[in-house]
T-cell receptor, first 114, second 112 residues
Framework: EPEVTQTPSHQVTQMGQEVILRCVPISNHLYFYWYRQILGQKVEFLVSFYNNEISEKSEIFDDQFSVERPDGSNFTLKIRSTKLEDSAMYFC????????????FGPGTRLLVL | QKEVEQNSGPLSVPEGAIASLNCTYSDRGSQSFFWYRQYSGKSPELIMSIYSNGDKEDGRFTAQLNKASQYVSLLIRDSQPSDSATYLCAVIANFGNEKLTFGTGTRLTIIP
């Protein structure tokens, strides 16, 4: 069964450093999303992406965040200058065009900012 | 602000019994409703989606939607220890390329 994959599974970084989280969505999907979940809190939407453009972003997704689809398979989230409060689990999700409401989540990247 | 509310639990249910999980949402225009299961340290796993008023059954799971009351529920019949997890209710306001708004989740424990 096709699945969303994410790398790395864990990332430890120093405050102020840049990190890039990578995702490979399900191959025939067209809509891509990033969510995050701070430990013990709810899953929060960050950004949605379609046709090489951001279609919606949350208040959390400020100028330090960016997303890119550098090739036909990868979808990345970049955090330019990490803060302690960026420590969280980051989930990539994707959905196809026909059933675009149904989002399938990757296993996540646990980011720890020290 | 669009909110999704769930009882955080924990909810303890004996093995073999029915577990009932509830969710309310604030945006009356919401169209799509989802139940995800999340094991500790893992990602959300889709269990059910429901779009129309009434019941939708899939194996041991039944989702119920009442848009007039802005209420969606999940019933788990013949609960198994492997059902022990946090259950997340999520809502999309409109069809299309829209975000999921999640509740805080209900932690369910099935007691053998």
């Amino acid at each position: 069964e096709p699945e969303v994959t994410q790398t790395p599974s864990h990332q430890v970084t120093q405050m102020g450093q840049e990190v890039i989280l990578r995702c490979v969505p399900i191959s025939n999907h067209l809509y891509f999303y990033w969510y995050r979940q701070i430990l013990g809190q709810k899953v929060e939407f960050l950004v949605s992406f379609y046709n090489n453009e951001i279609s919606e972003k949350s208040e959390i997704f400020d100028d330090q965040f960016s997303v890119e689809r550098p090739d036909g398979s990868n979808f990345t989230l970049k955090i330019r200058s990490t803060k302690l409060e960026d420590s969280a689990m980051y989930f990539c999700a994707s959905s196809d065009q026909q059933y675009q409401e149904t989002q399938y989540f990757g296993p996540g990247t646990r980011l720890l900012v020290l | 602000q669009k909110e999704v509310e769930q009882n955080s639990g924990p909810l303890s249910v004996p093995e073999g019994a029915i577990a009932s999980l509830n969710c309310t949402y604030s945006d009356r225009g919401s169209q799509s409703f989802f139940w995800y299961r999340q094991y500790s340290g893992k990602s959300p796993e889709l269990i059910m989606s429901i779009y129309s008023n009434g019941d939708k059954e899939d194996g041991r799971f039944t989702a119920q939607l009442n848009k007039a009351s802005q209420y969606v529920s999940l019933l788990i019949r013949d609960s198994q220890p492997s059902d022990s997890a946090t259950y997340l209710c999520a809502v999309i306001a409109n069809f299309g390329n829209e975000k999921l708004t999640f509740g805080t989740g209900t932690r369910l424990t099935i007691i053998p």
